[in-house]
């Protein structure tokens, strides 16, 4: 589980890819395999009712489960509606790239992803622990103290070395070029609108990596364990 | 006697190479800085703040954009 390399790989892979990636589907493939899920993996209250997986890390990355969508077969096979779909070989590569990059950060931690799914051995480092499990805040608290919230760093880090990629000329130049969505939005938005919209998860994932350290370190003091597998006062679910 | 071709510069510099932000790029990054500071100080105290992605772009689009916008058809 990664809270904010997932908003900033995609910048990374604009980069370096430039024309020959559509930013959104990009972001989107990125995003993509949490988006309907992460919810019933922490939990929410609707009215008195609280809706939670009883195995938040079988449901998240196991089969049964959701977890065939931290696979390079789901990146591939949206990808395909994408393009023969929707007519769009670009969104459909670009979502890939995203799922995919998705897909391989998250076998970092202790539970790791189905990466060959319909073949459900868990493909996993183990470098930080998975504590879905354990609710919203301690997740928070335990990915921040341990080599997850440094990978996190690894990304912003290089985000600021590349500041060019967040600049107007490159986004007027390379992202609004390379997919007719962005000329399509500016007829009815304005450019600097568009501009701030680009720069949102950069903006996101830098500013709440920040917001969550202070909190786990300064407001809480959960204590940094920077060792394989941590941090290790925290129980780790594993496949 | 053939000269050497003399290149431009890439406006806006190459992706590829650090090079220091100028003056008119160092203005948008103050303006992101101060949102990015008031953003993490409400999401400390207020972690809610920081859970939603649609939060967050939607801050940003009212603080970076709207905002400025407004204060400028003011003036």
Redesign the interface.
């Given at each position: 589980m990664s809270w904010a390399a997932h908003?900033l790989e995609p910048y990374a892979f604009q980069?370096h890819l430039k024309l020959k990636v559509a930013f959104v589907p990009l972001l989107i493939g990125s995003?993509a395999p949490d988006m309907m899920t992460k919810w019933f993996v922490y939990g929410i209250h609707i009215g008195g009712w609280k809706l939670k997986a009883s195995n938040p890390a079988q449901f998240h990355r196991g089969w049964p489960g959701v977890g065939f969508t931290h696979s390079l077969l789901w990146g591939v096979v949206i990808g395909l509606i994408l393009w023969k779909g929707f007519g769009s070989k670009l969104w459909g590569i670009s979502f890939v790239v995203g799922e995919w990059a998705h897909a391989l950060t998250d076998t970092g931690d202790t539970v790791g992803t189905m990466l060959l799914f319909p073949w459900t051995y868990h493909f996993h480092l183990g470098a930080w622990a998975y504590a879905g499990q354990t609710g919203?805040?301690v997740d928070?608290g335990a990915y921040f103290s341990g080599f997850g919230g440094m990978w996190d760093l690894v990304w912003i880090v290089y985000g600021f070395?590349?500041?060019?990629?967040l600049?107007r000329?490159?986004f007027e130049?390379y992202v609004m070029a390379a997919d007719s969505f962005w000329p399509w939005a500016a007829r009815r938005v304005?450019v600097?609108?568009l501009l701030?919209?680009y720069?949102?998860?950069f903006?996101?994932g830098?500013?709440?990596w920040?917001?969550?350290t202070?909190?786990a370190h300064?407001?809480h003091h959960y204590p940094y364990d920077l060792t394989w597998g941590g941090p290790h006062w925290v129980h780790a679910a594993r496949p | 006697m053939r000269l050497p071709l003399l290149r431009r510069p890439e406006?806006?510099?190459?992706?590829?190479r650090?090079?220091l932000?100028r003056r008119a790029?160092v203005s948008t990054l103050a303006l992101?800085l101060v949102?990015?500071a008031a953003?993490?100080a409400i999401?400390?105290v207020e972690?809610d703040f920081?859970?939603s992605?649609y939060v967050?772009?939607a801050y940003?689009?009212l603080v970076?954009?709207l905002a400025p916008?407004a204060v400028r058809r003011l003036r």
């Amino acid at each position: 589980m990664s809270w904010a390399a997932h908003d900033l790989e995609p910048y990374a892979f604009q980069r370096h890819l430039k024309l020959k990636v559509a930013f959104v589907p990009l972001l989107i493939g990125s995003y993509a395999p949490d988006m309907m899920t992460k919810w019933f993996v922490y939990g929410i209250h609707i009215g008195g009712w609280k809706l939670k997986a009883s195995n938040p890390a079988q449901f998240h990355r196991g089969w049964p489960g959701v977890g065939f969508t931290h696979s390079l077969l789901w990146g591939v096979v949206i990808g395909l509606i994408l393009w023969k779909g929707f007519g769009s070989k670009l969104w459909g590569i670009s979502f890939v790239v995203g799922e995919w990059a998705h897909a391989l950060t998250d076998t970092g931690d202790t539970v790791g992803t189905m990466l060959l799914f319909p073949w459900t051995y868990h493909f996993h480092l183990g470098a930080w622990a998975y504590a879905g499990q354990t609710g919203r805040l301690v997740d928070a608290g335990a990915y921040f103290s341990g080599f997850g919230g440094m990978w996190d760093l690894v990304w912003i880090v290089y985000g600021f070395f590349s500041w060019r990629v967040l600049t107007r000329h490159y986004f007027e130049r390379y992202v609004m070029a390379a997919d007719s969505f962005w000329p399509w939005a500016a007829r009815r938005v304005p450019v600097t609108a568009l501009l701030t919209f680009y720069r949102a998860a950069f903006f996101y994932g830098t500013s709440r990596w920040i917001a969550w350290t202070i909190w786990a370190h300064v407001v809480h003091h959960y204590p940094y364990d920077l060792t394989w597998g941590g941090p290790h006062w925290v129980h780790a679910a594993r496949p | 006697m053939r000269l050497p071709l003399l290149r431009r510069p890439e406006r806006g510099g190459s992706p590829h190479r650090f090079e220091l932000p100028r003056r008119a790029d160092v203005s948008t990054l103050a303006l992101y800085l101060v949102a990015g500071a008031a953003y993490v100080a409400i999401g400390v105290v207020e972690t809610d703040f920081l859970l939603s992605w649609y939060v967050g772009a939607a801050y940003l689009l009212l603080v970076v954009w709207l905002a400025p916008a407004a204060v400028r058809r003011l003036r």
